[in-house]
């Protein structure tokens, strides 16, 4: 058995645990040590990070041979609409090629927590929420599979890798399960976690939900 440490990282936090320039990291949230992020989420997103002092399960976690799925909360500019969805599930043809196809449908506003910073919202120009499940990680290509289909991103949740998801913790909170790391398969897989209660570090306030 082997410990991963399931992280909601708030907006504009670093996905590592030291920083030049005085910014957020890891190491403000959580301080178990010995660990390392498998995977990485960009400076203005949120949501769940997987931690892992195993190096077995950071590559299989990190390695896009095993196309483990992630799935987002997407706010974009704009009213989307089906052709976009359709876009973004056939595949998107960015600068570094074609996107693998994804699952993408139009959701309501989900009931989560409000952002540290709000978003920078045009007047009288309305935004909606897709739901976008991708088997990819390429730098900001949530928000570049958006943006070409004509709906910039706003903000950006990633609420589950595999059958990992982020529910029952607020942005700062975390928790540990412990897995078999299986020799073929899905590591996420729910028969091989143990779910355990979320950790809060002292200095983080649990989110309101608006």
């Known amino acids: 058995m082997s410990d991963v440490y399931l992280l909601n990282k708030p907006f504009n ?3 590592t645990f030291t920083d030049t320039q005085g910014r957020q990291t890891l190491a403000n ?8 992020a498998a995977g990485r989420l960009d400076f203005d997103s949120e949501g769940l990070m997987i931690l892992t002092a195993d190096g077995a399960i950071q590559h299989r976690l ?3 041979k095993f196309k ?3 799935r987002y909360w997407v706010q974009v500019e704009g009213e989307v609409s089906d052709i976009a969805l359709t876009q973004l599930e ?3 043809s960015l600068k570094d090629g074609q996107t693998r196809p994804a699952k993408a449908k139009r959701i309501d506003a989900p009931d989560i927590w409000e952002r540290s910073v709000p978003i920078r919202q045009r007047q009288n120009q309305p935004t909606s929420w897709i739901e976008l499940e991708i088997t990819e990680g390429r730098n900001r290509q949530v928000r570049r599979m958006t943006a070409a289909t004509g709906f910039p991103t706003l903000r950006l949740i990633r609420v589950a890798i595999g059958s990992w998801s982020i529910e029952g913790l607020a942005p700062g909170e975390w928790r540990v399960e412990q897995i078999n790391v299986p020799t073929s398969g899905n590591t996420g897989s729910k028969h091989n976690r ?3 209660r979320p950790q809060q570090h002292p200095n983080t306030k649990r989110a ?3």
């Open 13 to 15: 936090v670093l996905s």
């Open 29 to 36: 949230f959580i301080n178990i040590p010995n660990i390392y």
């Open 62 to 64: 990190a390695n896009p």
């Open 68 to 70: 483990l799925s992630k």
């Open 90 to 92: 056939t595949g998107i």
């Open 194 to 196: 143990l779910k355990q």
């Open 208 to 210: 309101r939900k608006r």
